[in-house]
């Protein structure tokens, strides 16, 4: 286990995060930010309502502080196992992969997978 992970996802959850994912950010406009630094600074700033990690990220380090940020800004976050179907469920272009994706805002369309993932958070961090 990468040294950013401190719990497992089990498939299942998994695949209700990447549907998710999908509902949330399918047209694209701005409900998600990609990639470790934009992620960082929505941690950060407290803005991001959740945090999708992915686990075969290489160095694990790159996203190391991240659970550390949301435990300390009470953020949800969870795992799925790869970086390529992450940037996929998040629309981006084929072939590309992100470490990370802040949920930056949920409408109703989404909301009702979006409370399902936050309860399997709670769950698996307890």
């Known amino acids: 286990m990468s040294v950013h992970i401190s719990f497992e996802t089990p498939q299942d959850v998994q695949e209700q995060v990447y549907e998710m994912i999908k509902i949330i950010g399918k047209d694209g406009r701005g409900r998600l930010k990609k990639g470790s630094n934009e992620v960082t600074k929505s941690a950060e ?14 160095p694990g380090e790159l996203l190391a502080h991240i659970p550390m940020i949301c435990k300390e800004k009470e953020i949800p976050y969870i795992y799925v196992e790869d970086q390529s179907y992450l940037a996929e ?3 981006m272009s084929t072939g590309t992969k992100t470490a990370a994706i802040a949920v930056m805002q949920v409408d109703k369309e989404g909301l009702d ?11 698996l961090s307890a």
């Open 113 to 123: 997978r979006f409370n399902e993932v936050k309860g399997h958070f709670e769950s």
């Open 45 to 58: 700033r407290g803005t991001a309502q959740m945090i999708v990690m992915a686990e075969n990220v290489n």
């Open 89 to 91: 469920a998040a629309g």
